[in-house]
């Protein structure tokens, strides 16, 4: 009977063990992305109308990329008919970063109401921490409102990277004084190096009449719905900061030396 006991007792501390050993092996879990903010507008066109829009998504998660996003912009007229309805596959947002995204649809009648919503992420672990994500450098932003009201952003987006990016997508949001979203657009670049920065352009259309822009805010990422592309280039490593050899003279004396007891050398 005390043997019995004992074997009992056993069985039930080793099951306590291997359930607390379970709960520790599972991942926390994975906070859904959040639509931060959306602007959306529309306007008269020849065939129909024109529903322009423009997001940004951030994720809270700092080990995981969010991918195979899909965004759904639904226009409805003052009934809740809808009108336009779209289905807008996004890019890989990255590990505790942020996705710029914009588009536009046609529409046969004028929607009342447009929304975003969106498809729950499927989440994959990154290979490198965050902060090895670095950004892709943006230079020499120029804003300029066109005589029909759009607006046509230039500028030159560079590669941190050792590997090139075969392929960049440049959003650019556009904000009002207040640095609400007023609206945006894209555009895509190409065989992008280090060190040989090319020019995009991209046009921002179907504002709100009467809106103001006072500032332009442009962001570049990789292209597709994985972020493999993004992976690739962050573990083939940055290039380095300083790439120019020193042209003058090494000091005769290190004066960043510390001279210990004993030391022959004389300062």
């Not at 998660?61 to 596959?89: K, L």
Request: charged share 20%.
């Amino acid at each position: 009977m005390i043997l019995r006991s004992r074997t009992v007792t056993v069985l039930a501390l080793g099951a306590i063990f291997l359930t607390g050993c379970s709960e520790e092996a599972q991942p926390a879990q994975l906070k859904p992305l959040a639509l931060k903010e959306q602007v959306s507008n529309t306007v008269k066109t020849a065939s129909g109308y024109a529903v322009n829009w423009a997001g940004v998504l951030t994720n809270a998660n700092p080990w995981h990329f969010g991918e195979h996003v899909v965004a759904t912009v639904i226009g409805r007229d003052a009934s809740g008919a809808e009108v336009v309805r779209m289905d807008q596959p996004l890019d890989a947002v990255p590990p505790g970063g942020s996705l710029s995204f914009a588009g536009q649809a046609s529409a046969s009648e004028r929607p009342a109401k447009v929304t975003i919503e969106y498809r729950p992420a499927q989440w994959r672990a990154a290979a490198r921490i965050a902060s090895a994500f670095r950004t892709f450098p943006v230079s020499g932003v120029q804003t300029l409102k066109q005589k029909d009201g759009t607006y046509l952003v230039t500028g030159y987006v560079d590669n941190p990277y050792a590997l090139p990016a075969s392929s960049l997508v440049v959003n650019a949001l556009l904000r009002d004084p207040a640095g609400k979203l007023v609206g945006g657009g894209y555009a895509f670049v190409d065989d992008v190096k280090a060190g040989a920065p090319p020019r995009f352009i991209l046009t921002v259309e179907g504002l709100a009449p009467g809106a103001k822009v006072a500032k332009t805010e442009v962001v570049a990422r990789t292209w597709g719905s994985t972020g493999r592309p993004f992976e690739e280039l962050a573990l083939a490593g940055a290039v380095p900061v300083h790439t120019v050899m020193p042209t003058t003279e090494p000091f005769a004396v290190d004066r960043g030396r510390t001279a210990l007891p004993g030391d022959d050398h004389k300062e």
